[in-house]
């Protein structure tokens, strides 16, 4: 049975040869007979240490009931195949690393040579692997002993007992057409037409349509495809409405696993295979466990945004970074085992088995909503693996300042009901810090959303459900600044400095500077710059990754009533903190029931 194929470059996936193949130069890959190739030349090594054709040995033997391993290669040609065990490792202090180059430099790698054996056959070979290890990736390399087309290959297994599975893809959009069309025809060709698929007639696909613009026959008149017109309660009302739909309210063969992946997603459906497989051999104590996918950005392929997470009151830990997963050491020092508790729902895999109709997630609108229903399934366990992923659009300063009042909301929200909250001193800590960014830039809207985020916490869970988020989201949405064209500004005198340049003192040497007075009229800045005196009336913060910027002010009146209105924070978190979080704590049980959710959602008979 496969459960891993080699995969290969290709137009509209990824075009690194890198993250596939390593050792030898970049060349055509060609197709013959439906199958792609290319040519390895006599004396060339190729190797299969990569982020795609890898074996992730440590996890799957971890995870699942693997008992035996092997990898059919098919060539024509002759070659000498070799296997090698590697396990990564990596520093603390990567977390803190500036750069790529910085970041490789503290990953290390021990590699051994593994036990094996090859069977050569008519179409190529088999690689018995003798050993299944515990940790790290095992991999091979093939040396031509002749000029050898190369057709890939697959890792296969022996093993019978498999669990059933039936897979829903759901997918929540707001007005994102095009993309959505194209995913959900992905998934049509790749799987539910496709009798060659491991999936084929087990998945479907479930479409929260929150903008209500997608066609109800979009897709012609499937019974595997379900489009459902929503209010618009963000990623959470929609990625909610298609959990109640699947699970819940399905009718027909249930299902076992949902995807929650996000509608501007891009993915080969070659994971969708891998995840499914994965889930057929899990062990029993990890089969209500999520699979998570990493994040890989789209712009840069090659490239890993998030590679698992963890959260701890106000505290995000995003690992591996920024990781350029065509590096050697990173290949392996990526399936390093780190401490997760949730997992992005742009791609994460979770067993129909632990949702119910009072195990919900909490309707946030948007932000945090992921971040806290995987915290509340993690024990259970959560599994990611190299080769497990989609790519994404950069996140980094692409919202909108809106957005600084649903992460400061719902932190708080998402935090009650566990032992480890935030306490006081680190709440203030974290006000001080957000306001002092957000005021140092002159940016008071921003600080006006954050304080209004966390009022709304305050304000209790009775006004929490009361809200009407489209209303409220409106109303954010206009606080939003305007950005435009950088025309008439000088980009070479931009700053775009990093805490590591300046003491640890910043917040107090930042209020310095701000009090003294502006020698300059205008300074560009970046909008990751850490703000640390500008010395100037007006500050123009451009963003790198939309070409734009806007221009901020300085403003004594708004700075004193931002002051006024931090202090008068202060004393809410000294004085009623606790008690709200107990207070939240009560109430969760209340809306994140299908009861609730139907009547949020309009779905009242």
Known sequence: MIIQKLLFPREGVCTDWEMYFRGVEQREVKSKDGKMYFLLKKGECLSLETYFNSFSIGKWTTYTKLSNL???????????????????????????????????????????????NVCENERGCKVSFDKLYKEGIVYVTLLALEDTEFYGGAYTTEESELRDVRISFNICTFKREKEVEHNVKQIINDVLENQASPLYKNAEVYVSDNGQSLPLDLFGNRDDVHIFPNKNAGGAGGFTRTIIESVLKRKGTPFTHFILMDDDIQFDSEVLERTYH????????????????????????????????YWKGVMLKSYNHEWDLREQKAVAANEAYNELNYGGWWYCCIPTSVVNEKNLPIPMFIHYDDIEYGRRLSSNGIIMMNGICVWHPYGGNKQPISMNYYDERNILIAMSGYEEYATKAKMIDHLARIITRDVMRYKYEAAETCFMGMEAFFDGPEAFMKIDPIEKHKELGA?????????????????????EDYPRFIPQMELLCWLLPSFKKLRIVSEKDIGYGFFAKQIYLYDRNRKQGFLTERNFKKTLAALKRYFALRKRIKNEFDDKIAEWKEYKEKFTCLEYWEKYLDLED
């Open 70 to 116: 092997l990898l059919e290669l098919e060539y024509e040609g002759k070659l000498k195949v070799e296997v090698k065990h590697v396990v990564g490792n990596k520093s603390d202090e990567i977390f803190r690393a500036r750069t790529t180059e910085e970041k490789v430099a503290m990953m290390t790698r021990e590699e051994e040579n593994a036990e094996f």
């Open 278 to 309: 994965i889930l057929r051999m899990l062990k029993d104590e990890y089969k209500d466990a999520n699979l998570c996918g990493s994040m890989l950005e789209r712009e840069d392929r090659y490239m890993q945004f998030e590679g698992g997470a």
């Open 479 to 499: 606080m939003n600044y305007k950005y435009s064209d950088p025309d008439g500004y000088d980009l070479s005198k931009m700053h775009d400095r990093e805490y």
